[in-house]
Antibody, heavy 118, light 109 residues
Framework: EVQLVESGGGLVQPGRSLRLSCTASGFTFGDYAMSWFRQAPGKGLEWVGFIRSKAYGGTTEYAASVKGRFTISRDDSKSIAYLQMNSLKTEDTAVYYC?????????WGQGTLVTVSS | QAVVTQEPSLTVSPGGTVTLTCGSSTGAVTSGHYPYWFQQKPGQAPRTLIYDTSNKHSWTPARFSGSLLGGKAALTLSGAQPEDEAEYYCLLSYSGAVVFGGGTKLTVL
């Protein structure tokens, strides 16, 4: 059974950093690209970024709203994708979801809440 | 950045048919935008219903179908069930970036 479990969320002050993890199981993690999405409280979904599998160079893409502040990485030996968030702003407050991408986005995790507030 | 538009809300009667649409500020939506449709119920993570315009996941009920209609992506629900009441989001791809629509709140009443 494919499972994605996000962790690492919590309360953080503006300007600080936080790293989220997405731990995968039930599939060969290294064969898939992984993506992060977010959803501010009571708002719609927003794409955050994407990391390709090593077979496709392991390269990344980011939304303009987070480019230069957020970094996605992966550890295929641990089946974990990471979202490093620096210089956090109050508008980054959201539930963050990771998803698997083979030929399309299919499985989603349950999300982890990040609250940026002083 | 492109803006993706959806109806803010729609209502359908149980057993009825409804079509949700997804437009792009850059022009007609095509298969090259690889349209997705996601369903999200309160307190839950989104779930992928449709990808690449009309392809269904194994868990997608047969009553949902995706298409291109009048320059937009469309999600048609035929034979609405009470459990279909949810928020529906479309997603379009633009040269390495992806953009969501604002979502359609579907009420089954």
């Amino acid at each position: 059974e494919v499972q994605l479990v996000e962790s690492g969320g919590g309360l953080v002050q503006p300007g600080r950093s936080l790293r989220l993890s997405c731990t995968a199981s039930g599939f060969t993690f290294g064969d898939y690209a992984m993506s992060w999405f977010r959803q501010a409280p009571g708002k719609g979904l927003e794409w955050v970024g994407f990391i390709r599998s090593k077979a496709y160079g392991g390269t990344t893409e980011y939304a303009a709203s987070v480019k230069g502040r957020f970094t996605i990485s992966r550890d295929d030996s641990k089946s974990i994708a990471y979202l490093q968030m620096n210089s956090l702003k109050t508008e980054d407050t959201a539930v963050y979801y990771c998803t698997r991408y083979g030929d399309f986005y299919d499985y989603w995790g349950q999300g982890t809440l990040v609250t940026v507030s002083s | 950045q492109a803006v993706v538009t959806q109806e803010p809300s729609l209502t359908v009667s149980p057993g009825g048919t409804v079509t949700l649409t997804c437009g792009s500020s850059t022009g007609a939506v095509t298969s090259g935008h690889y349209p997705y449709w996601f369903q999200q119920k309160p307190g839950q993570a989104p779930r992928t219903l449709i990808y690449d315009t009309s392809n269904k996941h194994s868990w997608t009920p047969a009553r949902f179908s995706g298409s291109l209609l009048g320059g937009k992506a469309a999600l048609t629900l035929s034979g609405a069930q009470p459990e279909d009441e949810a928020e529906y989001y479309c997603l379009l791809s633009y040269s390495g970036a992806v953009v969501f629509g604002g979502g359609t709140k579907l009420t089954v009443l």
